[in-house]
T-cell receptor, first 115, second 115 residues
Framework: AQKVTQAQTEISVVEKEDVTLDCVYETRDTTYYLFWYKQPPSGELVFLIRRNSFDEQNEISGRYSWNFQKSTSSFNFTITASQVVDSAVYFC????????????FGTGTKLQVIP | DTEVTQTPKHLVMGMTNKKSLKCEQHMGHRAMYWYKQKAKKPPELMFVYSYEKLSINESVPSRFSPECPNSSLLNLHLHALQPEDSALYLCASSQETTDRNEKLFFGSGTQLSVL
């Protein structure tokens, strides 16, 4: 069975601080896919990034960066120089071969950026 | 603006009412999903339609009845709901391929309150 753990329930940072959101996953498959979604107060989940298990290359997109480490089953997300607009709930998610249409979401981390 | 449109945005209904939630996308996606999200919880998969056929039903009670009239529309018919069914109902879509890397596009959701 697959499982995604986001141990940080809520995080508060002051604007311009860096913040890292942790994600740890469990799966028995060797092929799997990891995602991060952002859910602002408006409700819709917005896709941020995806990674497959064969691509451990870290990625940077503007102020966002992701650190994928298979050895520790982690897929952490860092926001550099946080802004108030980053305030949202962030979900890490996993899809493995157990059901290609099924995505397992972590419990989410609520990030509050204080001006 | 999200490319998945859900109506209504808010719905209050009694336990004896019949109502429907609607979802529409014009991205040519052939997979459409219903998720239920309780407050401070991750989205939980309810149903998946693939090429307008129901492919996944996550043991959802029969008081929830999905319908996919065509490739762009997805409905969720509600009847005799319980107060514990109050939640945010999210619709999502994705390209229907065997590529498990495909991302989900979400609507803003319908906030449902059952009195």
């Amino acid at each position: 069975a697959q499982k995604v753990t986001q141990a940080q329930t809520e995080i508060s940072v002051v604007e311009k601080e860096d913040v890292t959101l942790d994600c740890v996953y469990e799966t028995r498959d060797t092929t799997y896919y990891l995602f991060w979604y952002k859910q602002p107060p408006s409700g819709e989940l917005v896709f941020l990034i995806r990674r497959n298990s064969f691509d451990e290359q870290n990625e940077i997109s503007g102020r966002y960066s992701w650190n994928f480490q298979k050895s520790t089953s982690s897929f952490n997300f860092t926001i550099t120089a946080s802004q108030v607009v980053d305030s949202a709930v962030y979900f890490c998610a996993l899809r493995d071969s157990g059901g290609y249409q099924k995505v397992t979401f972590g419990t989410g981390t609520k990030l509050q950026v204080i001006p | 603006d999200t490319e998945v449109t859900q109506t209504p945005k808010h719905l209050v209904m009694g336990m004896t009412n019949k109502k429907s939630l609607k979802c529409e996308q014009h991205m040519g996606h052939r997979a459409m999903y219903w998720y239920k999200q309780k407050a401070k919880k991750p989205p939980e998969l309810m149903f998946v339609y693939s090429y307008e056929k129901l492919s996944i039903n996550e043991s959802v009670p029969s008081r929830f009845s999905p319908e996919c009239p065509n490739s762009s529309l997805l409905n969720l018919h509600l009847h005799a709901l319980q107060p514990e069914d109050s939640a945010l109902y999210l619709c999502a879509s994705s390209q229907e391929t065997t590529d498990r890397n495909e991302k989900l596009f979400f609507g803003s959701g319908t906030q449902l309150s059952v009195l």
